[in-house]
């Protein structure tokens, strides 16, 4: 998600990136002998990502939308590939409680059903969020006719009925998700709709409701541009203090997760956003990228082919500069991409002229970035330190 000024990206230190790593992200499928196919039995292939990273200790993940789970192509690339999932949408407070008291769990129990199949984890998503809530709460409260104390004992009660109902099988829960203002200095957005009829109290209150229902899954605070992605580093400075001050209060946040949207438009600085990441860990937080995807402009949001032909280096080396700086913190325990292909991403209907995002195009066939993250990972293996332990579900 970006809210960056064209000019923060340098241009000469933007076309050095670019060019930097170009020649190995052609080259690299054919040069370095990883062209593998997707494996249709997972687990069996020792060059996909989730066995590569298994080789550190590290989780690799994606987010997955019904469509990937139903369409059997696509399964056998979610289950060979991704040892953590999370729900695209499916375990939204919109989704499970469509009408009040009514509850529809059916693509959170396919998810996890999914991942136990395939002997994946599961990042829950999310708790506590000012999107995708139901019309019937949001329309109440416009109206009237839910008062703030309801609204609150409304929201302990889609925690605990959640969490509880999952207890035992989520190893990472988005507790909260997207508070801070993009804004220098930044903040928690007074207007946020948690915030403006509840107080900034709600977010650690949420984290104790979560940890009370699962005392076993890890509770994180997930956002956007908190690792240097502003070009200011100010939302993450903000995020940073919060957190600080929040475990100083023995709030139960145990991480942070940088969802990781890149545009290459914006450049991005992995330095900082390494940086950055071994500050929240500093703060003796486990880490986790969340979200991650790279978007640049396209022809059409059917074929997603990039109309400037340095995207096709930009995008890859981009998503290789988060996976190793991530690589090089043993508190980043996992890396999820938002969404493994083209086909279905977020991006094209939410960003006008934007597409090529993902890891794989269109048509399911892993792109460059596919292959530099392999190399990353199969590097990694040598190199990379050991994650840090987790409780496991
Ligand atoms: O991928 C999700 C998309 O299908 C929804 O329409 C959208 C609604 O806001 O939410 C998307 O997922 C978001 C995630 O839950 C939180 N971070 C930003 C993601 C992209 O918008």
Known sequence: MRRRSLLAM????????????????????????????????????????????????????????????????????????????????????????????????????????????NGQLVRGHTLLWHNQLPTWLTTGVANGTITNAQLKQLLHNHIQVEVSRYRGRIWQWDVANEFFLDANPSGIDPNNFWISHLGPDIIPQAFRWAHAADPGALLFYNDYNITGEDGTNAKSDAVYAWLKQMLSEGVPIMGVGSQGHLDTQYGFSPQLFQQDLERYASLGLKVAITEADVRTFVNNATDQVPTDHLAVFAQPYEFSGMLK?????????????????????????????????????????????????????????????????????
Not at 19 to 41: C, D, I, M
Not at 362 to 386: C, H, I, M, S, T
């Open 325 to 393: 700086a991530a690589l090089a913190v043993p508190q980043v325990i996992s890396f999820t991409i938002w969404g493994f292909t083209d086909a279905d991403s977020w991006v094209p209907g939410t960003f006008a002229g934007e597409g090529y995002a993902t890891i794989y195009d269109v048509n399911q066939q892993p792109k460059p970035a596919y292959y530099e993250l392999q190399a990353d990972l199969e590097l990694g293996a040598f190199g990379a330190p050991r994650r840090v332990p987790t409780p496991m579900p």
């Open 10 to 117: 340098g241009a000469a230190g933007g076309a050095a990136a670019v060019l930097g790593t170009g020649a190995s992200a052609l080259a690299s499928p054919a040069a370095a002998g990883l062209a593998v196919r997707p494996s249709a039995n997972p687990g069996t292939s020792p060059t996909s990502l989730r066995a590569l990273a298994a080789k550190i200790g590290l989780r690799f993940g994606t987010a997955l939308i019904p469509q990937d789970i139903e369409t059997p192509a696509w399964a056998a690339i979610a289950a060979s590939q991704f040892s953590v999932v999370t729900p695209g949408n499916g375990m939204k407070w919109q989704i499970v409680e469509p009408t009040q008291g009514v509850y529809d769990w059916s693509q959170a129990d396919q998810l996890v059903a999914f991942a136990r199949a």
